[in-house]
């Protein structure tokens, strides 16, 4: 049973928008107009309570003209150096627009590594999560300056289907040049519009290689392997035409797209991969006053600790035991070993004194934490 979700009703969406739909690719030139009436959209949701973040391409696109780039296939480095050109262009445009309603912009620049490498993953997550908590709205796009071919995404879709997933985002919006996934090319004779998926199947993968039309470097393919990405991480996906204006109003108010629904919730998902999926490097051992505290649905504090044993850095996954030496739970450790001992036993007040940093006040967040058997 697919865990039904609708925009609306999101508590944190990503947006991801294409350089087709940002850029007129006739003229190089932005379109305005549409961007503002998306950043209208994006306005609506953080009334409603969400956090918004977008995926946004368009850096080569705006880049490319100011350079001259005739060409249709540029070369690496062309590449890149019209990213770094229109980097500031497209930062800029999301910042005025976003400004008109009262929203603040934040540029975040990501590459591969970002999202693949365990301590770079978390530093990112924990920079993004902290520019949500101030209220404002990350525009995150491939760093295409220094991007390889080797390690580059290649496709937006990928870039924001791994940032819902590291920031536990619940609805990822794509919007594209057509209104979702269609059983063949939409134009050709016989296509069907698919408005709901809850599995990729084989078939449905097939309908993706047949049905790709975008003028980016994705397509419907790429979709739907964003789409299993998000899936995989709870968070539903919704691909929808873009070609309009306030198009996420528009899947709102019921315009045709194809939604793929997840088997769980984003927390469900990510408590069930901490369980399940990671082994544990080190060993925490607690007090019963820990003990009862985590049962009862809280973090775990450096004061509650005991003993701490194992090899493990900071976002490594470590079992959590109680005086009889039985586990009790897992999750991920916010310290390095050396520093998770020199503050165990100690309360969260003398965590900077004793480390010669601020970091955070739980060992082990409750987001981070499953209790065994649950």
């Not at 937006?156 to 269609?182: E, F, H, P, Q, T």
């Not at 493990?312 to 310290?335: C, P, T």
């Not at 100690?346 to 060992?363: M, N, P, W």
Request: charged share 25%; proline share 2%.
């Amino acid at each position: 049973m697919s865990f039904e979700l609708k925009i609306e009703t999101a508590k944190r969406v990503v947006v991801k928008i294409g350089s087709a739909l940002l850029v007129d690719m006739s003229t190089g030139t932005l379109r305005e107009d549409w961007l503002n009436s998306l950043a209208s959209d994006l306005a609506a949701l953080k009334a409603g309570g969400a956090d918004v973040l977008i995926v946004s391409s368009g850096a080569i696109a705006l880049g490319r003209r100011v350079l001259g780039f005739k060409q249709t296939r540029l070369k690496l480095e062309e590449s890149q150096a019209a990213a770094a050109v229109g980097q500031v262009a497209l930062a800029h445009a999301w910042q005025k627009a976003l400004d008109t309603q009262k929203l603040i912009a934040a540029q975040v620049l990501l590459t591969l590594n970002d999202t693949e490498e365990r301590r770079r993953y978390l530093n990112a997550r924990s920079t993004i999560t902290a520019l949500l908590a101030r209220g404002a709205v990350p525009v995150i796009n491939e760093n295409d300056t220094v991007a390889t071919t080797e390690i580059r995404y290649g496709d937006n879709d990928r870039l924001a289907a791994r940032v819902a997933s590291m920031i536990s985002a619940d609805c990822l919006v794509v919007l594209s040049d057509v209104d979702g996934l269609y059983t063949k090319a939409p134009d050709a004779e016989g296509a069907q519009h698919i408005g709901h998926v809850t599995e990729i199947t084989p078939a449905i993968a097939g309908m993706a290689g047949q049905s790709a039309t975008d003028v980016g470097t994705g397509g419907m393919e790429t979709k739907v392997k964003a789409a299993r990405i998000a899936m995989e991480a709870g968070a539903a996906m919704v691909i929808a035409s873009g070609r309009v204006h306030n198009p996420i109003a528009q899947v709102i108010g019921g315009a045709r797209c194809t939604w793929f629904q997840p088997g769980a919730s984003p927390q469900a998902a990510r408590k069930r991969w901490i369980a399940g999926t990671l082994d544990p490097l080190g060993r925490l051992t607690v007090d019963d006053g820990a003990f009862k505290a985590l049962t009862a649905g809280r973090s775990l504090l450096p004061a509650g600790v005991v003993r701490v044993e194992g090899r493990f850095a900071k976002g490594d996954a470590v079992a959590i035991v109680n005086g009889a030496n039985e586990e009790i739970a897992r999750g991920l450790v916010a310290y390095d070993v050396e520093d998770a001992a020199k503050i165990a036993g100690r309360k969260s007040a003398e965590i900077e004194a004793v480390l010669g940093y601020r970091g955070r006040d739980e060992l082990i967040h409750r987001d981070d934490l499953v209790l065994k058997g649950t």
